[in-house]
């Protein structure tokens, strides 16, 4: 859901989508090698770009110096939602297999910004799914302060929050 309201305010997340998740299909699961290549042409064509790979945990320690003015948006789930979730959509898997990989990935996630001092939105999820009007404000605000970035108006335009209305509906994800 967060990668679907950046790409509604301006936000290129790649040119590969996958339309149900948002997911940039050029980026995810590369090596780090792979990915430098896609970074540093992206970083030429863009002035503001990103993507979404749930298993960043794994990759961006090593490929996160190649970035140019870094933000981080991430979205945090409850635990115990996010393994229900992975079981549904993977019924063959083994809830504590599931739970150690999550709980591997939060973890690198989490030394990573330890470590590394980058501005961040950090979200619940659930605020995302009440308030994603709020959300997308913010997010473009902190755009608009950080990198002097031109994102069109500070504040979200009436087409932005029609997207954004026809984007938020209960269900699961959507195509923009």
């Not at 042409?41 to 863009?46: E, I, L, Q, V």
């Not at 960043?56 to 981080?72: A, D, E, S």
């Not at 001092?117 to 999820?125: A, G, L, M």
């Not at 031109?150 to 984007?167: H, I, K």
Request: glycine residues 8%; charged residues 30%.
């Amino acid at each position: 859901m967060l990668a679907g309201l950046l790409r509604i305010i301006g936000v290129h997340m790649g040119d590969e989508i996958k339309p149900d998740k948002h997911e940039d299909r050029e980026l995810f699961r590369k090596s780090p090698k792979e990915m430098g290549e896609i970074i540093w042409r992206r970083n030429t064509k863009h002035e503001v770009w990103g993507w979404k790979d749930p298993w960043i945990g794994r990759t961006i320690g090593q490929v996160h110096k190649l970035l140019i003015n870094p933000v981080f948006f991430m979205t945090n789930r409850d635990p115990e939602g996010a393994i229900q979730s992975d079981l549904r959509r993977n019924p063959n898997a083994r809830r504590p297999y599931v739970e150690k990989r999550n709980k591997g990935l939060a973890n690198q996630i989490s030394a990573f910004l330890a470590e590394w001092d980058y501005p961040r939105w950090e979200v619940k999820y659930r605020m995302l799914c009440l308030d994603p009007i709020a959300q997308m404000l913010g997010m473009k605000a902190l755009l608009h302060m950080i990198g002097n970035v031109d994102m069109g108006s500070p504040g979200v335009t009436e087409a932005e929050l029609q997207r954004c209305r026809e984007f938020i509906q209960p269900g699961g994800y959507r195509s923009l």
